[in-house]
């Protein structure tokens, strides 16, 4: 057993660290404010290696592992959860890719995203009316001569005006064949027939851009199927293990921010003649805060590392992301509490941690479907 981390994954650490405290941070907060999507700060983590962690570096990326890229996505949601998630869905698709693509698609595809040459990628599963059940998913897919067209709507795609390429899935078999009937497919941004709608006005993560997507007669070329045919669902619920991985690395980065502000509050806020640190009750926040905080991270390396060692991981990846992302939402209240009515304006940041904080434990899978998961692995001894 060994606690320690490698010299490559402190150095992932520290270069995401580094970065993140000094060029993101500081805008964090008018990002939200401005709901201006971080184009800038996301080519910058690209120049970094940090847009396709565990991505092979013969396709741009730094191939330094899930471990890595669970720390990294860590210190970027520390200084502004927007700019992880961005980080996080183009991670997602540019491992999806490498894993499931053909060479001509991943050599096509993955070095513009690790580059930056493509600000994100995007991930569309989701649509009005099939969230946790995207087995019930209407878009489809036909083939007709050398094409693939598409027609349906997709629903709260992160980056979705942003990004270069989409990985669509879409029904490719009769509604009965549920989903051993869906597929995969590459859809570049900008291609006719794909309409980007208007922005979603969120609670939190302000800076992230998320849109519904309506596909029209859109037609791509046969060659842009991801996986086999029908064989999609497979591809998604892979990727959504490892990106719950990387929620749960989110939730961590934001209530770590959000306790070491807590802290420095009390520290520095008096009554009763003295520091508010000096309370019991503030103390035991802290104390809690502080001991979920670490068992929190704790399940989340041990699901990245797994995941790392070609170990199955999904039951792990769950108990991470709902652990997580429930402490984090603690942790976030609790910081908020510390912090008493100046906590509850804008002029500190722990409101918008709780606001952007909230939506880990509903996307990429509910708390809800995280607990079904790893139900179903009990129950299955
Ligand atoms: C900001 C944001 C960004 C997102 N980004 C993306 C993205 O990039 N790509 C993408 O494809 N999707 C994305 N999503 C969609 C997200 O994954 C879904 O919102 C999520 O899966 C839940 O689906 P739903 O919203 O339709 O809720 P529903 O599925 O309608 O769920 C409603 C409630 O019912 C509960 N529920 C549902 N089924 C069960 C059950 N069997 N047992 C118990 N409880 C149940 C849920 O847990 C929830 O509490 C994003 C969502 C948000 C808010």
Known sequence: MDFELTESQLLIQSTARDFAQRR???????????????TELLKGLAELGLMGVNVPESLGGAEAG???????MTEVARACASTAVAMGVTNMVGEAITRFG????KQK?????????????????????AGSDPGGMRTTARREGNEWVIDGAKQWITSGSYAGVFVVWARTGPIEA??????????????PGLKVGKPEDKMGLRGS???????????IPESNLLGELNQGFKIAMMALDGG?????AQAIGIATAALEEAAAYAKERRQFGKPISDFQAIQWMLA???????AARLLCLRAAWLKENKQPFSKEASMSKVFSTEAAWRICDRALQIHGGYGYTREYNVERHLRDVRVTRIYEGTSEIQRIVIARNVLAG
Do not use: H, W
């Open 288 to 294: 809690d805060s502080q001991t979920e905080l670490d």
């Open 209 to 219: 851009n998320t849109v519904p997507l309506t596909f029209e007669n859109c037609r």
């Open 66 to 72: 899930t471990v890595a890229y669970a720390l990294a």
């Open 178 to 191: 549920g989903t051993r009937g869906i597929s995969a497919f590459l859809v570049e941004g900008g291609t």
């Open 102 to 105: 053909t060479e001509e698609q």
């Open 244 to 248: 719950r991985i990387g929620i749960s």
């Open 109 to 129: 595809y993955v070095p513009k995203l690790t580059s930056g040459e493509y600000v994100t990628g995007a991930f569309a599963l989701s649509e009005p009316g």
């Open 24 to 38: 993101i941070a500081p805008q964090a907060a008018e990002i939200d404010r401005d709901e201006r999507f971080p």
